[in-house]
């Protein structure tokens, strides 16, 4: 009997351990991070992503929230823009978010959404992320957030993971790809692209 109990404790630990560290389900809640994620998507999440790695300019994160937006609770999703110790800014003459004084090329960002109708030039501390949803006219992110305990930016160990992969409703089904460099992203078709 003590053997049983023993492996049915071990079991649920290591089913425990999968689905907190691993990988996670999550439900999109709001329209600020489409045409990518759209309301109620459910979204795998990786939670190994980061154990070996930085995390990346671009990466579309869950992170928790909790009393880092004003008074927010719970976990949020957003896209990566700026990095520790990077200036990010809003905007150069044309229209785009700099990044160090280069250019980002976006074409995630939503419709006809520009890359940001308020200006904001702000360096990312150490230990820091500064995060914006893909619908920017749509998005409570760190731009709306500067006056907030922690100027509206996200310390790293907030970090829940990426989000890897669309895995409902079946028709949206896809891998959620990395962005290379800050200048592209994917959102890949078909179960076998799945990027993990």
């Known amino acids: 009997m003590r053997d049983v109990v023993l492996v049915a404790a071990v079991s649920v630990a290591v089913a425990l ?3 907190l560290l691993v990988a996670q389900a999550y439900v999109i809640p709001s329209a600020s991070m489409e045409p ?11 939670g190994v992503d980061y154990w070996t790695g930085p995390v990346h300019r671009g990466d579309v994160i869950v992170f928790d929230g909790e009393g880092l937006f004003d008074k927010s609770e719970g976990d949020f999703v957003k896209r990566v823009i700026g990095l520790p110790g ?3 800014s809003c905007c150069d003459d044309q229209g785009r978010i700099t990044v160090d004084d280069v250019p980002l090329t976006e074409p995630y ?7 940001s109708e308020m ?21 409570a992110d760190s731009r709306a957030h500067l006056g907030d305990p922690g100027g509206g930016m996200v310390p790293v160990d907030r970090v829940v993971g990426r989000v890897v992969a669309v895995a409902w409703p079946p028709g ?3 891998g959620v790809g ?4 800050g200048h592209s992203t994917a959102r890949q078709e078909g179960v076998g692209a799945w990027a993990w």
């Open 17 to 19: 351990a999968v689905r």
């Open 36 to 46: 990518l994620l759209e309301p109620g998507d459910r979204v795998v999440v990786s």
């Open 86 to 88: 990077e200036r990010v």
């Open 109 to 115: 960002l939503f419709g006809d959404d520009v890359p």
């Open 119 to 139: 200006r904001f030039d702000v360096e990312v501390p150490a230990g820091r992320l500064w995060l914006m949803g893909d619908h920017r006219s749509d998005s």
């Open 172 to 174: 949206r089904a896809a």
């Open 178 to 181: 990395r962005v290379n460099d």
